[in-house]
Structures are given as structure tokens and as C-alpha cells.
């Protein structure tokens, strides 16, 4: 159902500081996870993704790791720039009748200060 | 990168009419699309899964009769608001996936139902 009445956490940072987005999945047989940003009034916008056989993995800038015995996922941010502004969102997908459900977390907004 | 485009990226509309929303992949056949409604910062919320050639599965919560979907080519899928009304009124997105789990989203419908 909706998550109704539910305000998206916020992280602010300044520019130039690394930021951490942080992310709790729910389904321990979900074996893929995704992080999206998402600009206002957009789609959202692949960053980087993990495969459950993985704990880290880096991109230009970010870096996904991944902790399957608690269930965690972050984002890591380096050298946080204004246009890094966004709701962060990430995504689990797992299979479900011989197909992979993708289904989002809460989502995270992240305001950088020039 | 795999495109998806989505049409249109802003509808108004009177209440009781229909409404139909274009989802293309457009450099990939996508056997399986998604579509999500969203709500002013919050989470995607997961309407349905297209299927190529079949009938689209419902997420619980979510009337099959009010929200047709059709999947009629691995290219496109659209999705048609029955008789909307101003609780309608929404963000829709669809994503497409391509070669396994990785989605790539469309840029959105904003639905206003006046």
C-alpha cells in the first residue's frame, strides 16, 4: 500500500564533503540492487548497481556496498557537488514467479550547499 | 545508454475521461515494462508489471479495470486511466528492462485530474 503521511529524510551537506545515503532492504532472497537519483519533476536516473555476490562496488565518484547480514545498502558520494541535489532512491529487486520484482526504498533527499 | 521515453510528460484532463500514457523503449525490446505511481516526495510505488503479449500483473491494492495496461509490442506499453477523477492525479512512470534486471525509467506523466 502507499506510505501515506511518510516525509523523505534529508541529508544536507556542503559541497566539496562526501556524502553517505543509506538504505535498508527488506527481502533477504533479493539478489540485485539499484540506486537511482531522481531530479524534481523527472525519472528516475540509474547511478550504479550490485549483485548480492558482491559487498562493494565503484563508480566515477560513488560507491555501492552492500551488507547482506544486516540487510544494508549505501551510497557513497565523494567530493559532494551541487549538482549531486536530488531524492536518492535505492531498489531491491528479487525473483518472483520467473520474473524480478523491482521495489523501492523510501528515498533519500540529499540538498548540497555551495 | 538504453532510452525510454515516455508520452506524455504533462496531462490535464477533466474528470471522467480517460487518459492514455505511452511507454517506448527505444534502442531495446523490452519483454517486461513497469509501471509506478508516485506521490509528492515519496517512493515509487509499483502499479504493475507488463508483460509482452500477456495480461499485465496487478499489484495488490491497484484496480486492473481502472488502470488497462497494454503491452502489445516488445517496444511499447501504455497505460490508460479510466474514468479519472482528481484522486488520480499523480506521477506516472514507467521503466523497461533490458538484458536481465538493469531498468532504465522514463522521464515521468504528471496527471492533473481537474
Known amino acids: 500500500g502507499e506510505s501515506v503521511g511518510l516525509h523523505l529524510p534529508t541529508l544536507s551537506v556542503q559541497e566539496g564533503d562526501n556524502s553517505i545515503i543509506n538504505c535498508a532492504y527488506s527481502n533477504s532472497a533479493s539478489d540485485y540492487f539499484i540506486w537511482y537519483k531522481q531530479e524534481s519533476g523527472k525519472g528516475p536516473q540509474f547511478i550504479i548497481d550490485?549483485?548480492?555476490?558482491?559487498d562493494k562496488r565503484q563508480g566515477q565518484r560513488v560507491t555501492v556496498l552492500l551488507n547482506k547480514t544486516v540487510k544494508h545498502l549505501s551510497l557513497q558520494i565523494a567530493a559532494t557537488q551541487p549538482g549531486d541535489s536530488a531524492v536518492y532512491f535505492c531498489?531491491?529487486?528479487?525473483?518472483?514467479?520467473?520474473?524480478?520484482?523491482?521495489?523501492f526504498g523510501r528515498g533519500t533527499s540529499l540538498i548540497v550547499h555551495p | 545508454g538504453a532510452v525510454v521515453s515516455q508520452h506524455p510528460s504533462w496531462v490535464i484532463c477533466k474528470s471522467g475521461t480517460s487518459v492514455k500514457i505511452e511507454c517506448r523503449s527505444l534502442?531495446?525490446?523490452?519483454?517486461?515494462m513497469f509501471w509506478y505511481r508516485q506521490f509528492p516526495k515519496q517512493s515509487l510505488m509499483l502499479m504493475a508489471t507488463?508483460?509482452?503479449?500477456?495480461?499485465?500483473?496487478?499489484e495488490q491494492g491497484v484496480e486492473k479495470d481502472k488502470f488497462l495496461i497494454n503491452h502489445a509490442s516488445l517496444t511499447l506499453s501504455t497505460l490508460t486511466v479510466t474514468s479519472a477523477h482528481p484522486e488520480d492525479s499523480s506521477f506516472y512512470i514507467c521503466s523497461a528492462r533490458k538484458a536481465g534486471e538493469k531498468l532504465f525509467f522514463g522521464s515521468g506523466t504528471q496527471l492533473s485530474v481537474l
Open positions: 550490485i549483485r548480492s555476490n558482491m
Open positions: 507488463s508483460n509482452e503479449g500477456s495480461k499485465a500483473t496487478y
Open positions: 534502442d531495446f525490446q523490452a519483454t517486461t
Open positions: 531498489a531491491e529487486t528479487y525473483p518472483s514467479g520467473g520474473s524480478y520484482i523491482p521495489t
